[in-house]
């Protein structure tokens, strides 16, 4: 009857009128006097005889009428000067209490005092002492009372009329009381709390604010949720790590539906803004439940280094190095150059950078940096100080059935911008590489690995033959991004969207995660920390079970996993293997003044044989020869490319029969 009652003035036009807009301020004012009239005319017309109006009955100034006109009109001046009427009544409780507080004491106050100037006059009160306090608790409880009964009624309403989605709050600490009470006093949000789940075990029978708290128990949670109508679960940004450590599983096993509070500066329960907290409330995606702390970068040297320079960006299009033309704007520099051959991606950049850097000088140009008489224009044309080489082809089993374009991009092209920066006197020359260079078990990483090899070994030749090398060559290592055209995170939300099935390759592949702006703030910063030579480790985490999370994906968007979701293995791709390093078994790191920058002490190559060796892969690209001459090439550099899965398996065994041969001609050599 009561809800049936409820949803009748929910759907009634004065109903809708009376929570479309607040009462006039006038009205309110209005009835506040009309309330302080009725409690005198209560006060008086039950007081004892004799302590009411005895004393000067002839006199108009002290007729009952007159002293009642003059206690109404002490209320009406005081309630001016006070405004307990310019708050919306439905909107707070505490400020309007407040008001009618100061109300209530101010003008009794008033009264006494002229009831005490009236005796040491005239030697009579001009008001009974004992009416006046009954007249002020009479209209400040009356008033109260109202403004109650108007929040209690438009809450009622509102959450029918609004239709109100119906949480449970996270945790019953201050911070998460605050939250709900929040959102409770929020009419014209979202959200509806109908109690808090605390995280300790023990049953409580206690409630805050009108919202009951019960106990956490994984085995319960389903039930509790049915109790309370709910199918939701809120809880603050502060909590993330809790939800990482497999807490949110439990809600996603049991299809409760996950919500995250975005930090806020700040819970004030009155403030005329509160209304907007209902958007800080979003659905909690999958990047936000991966077990890694968020990595921050916040070092003003970075931007003291690039302010005011030229920096060419390779593979300024892709989404790596799209992030780092971005960050490198933000930071003041002076002209951008943006390389890439992909010209559509390059227009939207250019668009992009245009609408949010009007004042910045960005240049763009096409081209393919395995080209070098193009890639010479473009230095002669701009003269960068600062080079970040983001171009390459990152494709795991595209690369391992076309080797040649590995070679082209990938190493003749990392050694042309290389070549080129030494020449045209770069600076500083960042090269963005890959986990999958380390004990490399596919082509791209095996060319990867050889782009490092080059780029290290130049450095080095260049400080043993020059006082001071002109150029300072870095190279960054680091795993998968997040979101990254490729990235098994936007392939999994688009099989989810179109029904499933989503694959992955195997049950116990585990990768390293990183956010895009998070993997190009440290590319940054090692390569204004880096001094020449070194091969700068990010420290990623912890890694990730692929399928874990592909359970999580489809949990998340509300589907059962292998129910509505079916998740099915693949089998390993070419070249891939179940798990990534980030340094190589004989390689070990020392600590920057970064806790998630390390360096890689790896082994150094002779220059000019690793000139040599490009210039082997050099003629067989560009001869045509087989790509099986070409892996063996590769292999011979990089002894140890062992390949996984893929077609190449067999060149480890040429190769290694052929060193092994070597081998023994070498010793056959020493024993004569």
Known sequence: MKKKLIKALADSKLMQTFLAAPSPKWLVFATDIMVVILSCLLTYSFSPIGSGFSAFPDSFFFSPWFRISTLILVYVLIALLVRPYKYIIRLSVIEDTYRLVLLSVCASLTLSLISLTSYLTLGEYYYNIWNVFVVAVLSFSLMLMIRLAIKFIYMSVAGVAQRKRRVIVLGSAINSFFLASALKSEFEGRFDPVALLSLSSKKMDTTVNGIPIVPFKAEEVKKVFHYYKCDTLLFLSTQIDLMRSGTADVFLANGIHLLMLNQVEEFDLNSKTMPALSTHVRDINIEDLLEREPIKTENPVISQVIKNQTVMITGAAGSIGSEIVRQVARMGAHD?????????????????????????????????????????????????????????????????????????????????????????????????????????????GASKRIAEIYVQSLFYHMRRTTDRPSTRFITTRFGNVLGSNGSVIPLFRKQIEQGGPVTITHRDIIRYFMTIPEACSLVLEAGCMGNGGEIFVFDMGRPVKIWDLAVRMISLSGLKPQEDIKIIETGLRPGEKLYEELLNEKEHTIATHHKKIMIAKVRQYDYNEVCGHLENLSTLVHNGSPSHDIVAEMKRIVPEYVSNNSIWQEVDKEVAHEAKKDCMTEINADVK
Do not use: W
Not at 350 to 358: N, R
Not at 394 to 401: C, D, Q, S, Y
Not at 417 to 430: C, P, R
């Open 336 to 444: 951008i150059v943006l390389l890439d051959q992909a010209e559509t991606p390059m227009h939207d950049m250019q668009l992009e950078m245009e609408a949010a850097f009007p004042d910045l000088k960005i240049h763009l140009f096409i081209g393919d940096v395995s080209n070098l008489e193009r890639m010479e224009h473009c230095f002669q044309k701009y003269h960068p100080r600062y080079v970040f080489h983001a171009a390459a082809y990152k494709h795991v089993p595209m690369m391992e059935r076309n080797p040649p374009e590995a070679i082209l991009t990938n190493v003749l092209g990392t050694k042309n911008m290389a070549d080129l920066s030494v020449k045209y006197g770069v600076e500083k020359f960042v090269m963005v590489s890959t986990d999958k260079a380390v004990n490399p078990t596919n082509v791209m």
